[in-house]
């Protein structure tokens, strides 16, 4: 399936913006669903968003209306635009493959060093 690298995160304030990436270095359609997580320091990680093959998405109730994820699977690559965040949306971004049978994550997946995001007060 290849690996996943996660980018773009940074330091922002409240109510600014990123957009993070997913780059695969395999074909990101064999994924089938992907997602991102997130990991905040003493913390369990936890699903922000996920999308299927057909383009359908879902959504933390916590980000629902301030985060859109979307896929590219020509450029193998995954989106999480994020718009007016704020200091609890301070964690480690991780992409990954979606089940349901593992809804925060499959522990038993490889994961990537993610990306940190930080929103300052």
């Known amino acids: 399936q290849g690996r996943l690298v996660e980018s773009g995160g940074g330091l922002v304030q409240a109510g600014g913006s990123l957009r993070l990436s997913c780059v695969s270095s395999?074909?990101?359609?064999?994924?089938?669903?992907l997602a991102w997580y997130r990991q905040a320091p003493g913390k369990q990680r936890e699903l922000v968003a996920f999308?299927?093959?057909?383009?359908?998405?879902n959504y933390a109730d916590s980000v629902k209306g301030r985060f859109t994820i979307s896929r590219n699977n020509a450029r193998n690559t995954l989106y999480l635009q994020m718009n007016s965040l704020k200091p609890e949306d301070t964690a480690v971004y991780y992409c990954?493959?979606?089940?349901?049978?593992?809804?925060?994550?499959?522990?038993?997946?490889?994961w990537g060093q993610g990306t940190q995001v930080t929103v300052s007060s």
């Open positions: 999308i299927v093959k057909s383009g359908a998405t």
């Open positions: 395999g074909l990101m359609i064999n994924f089938g669903a």
């Open positions: 990954n493959r979606f089940s349901p049978l593992a809804i925060n994550g499959d522990p038993r997946d490889s």
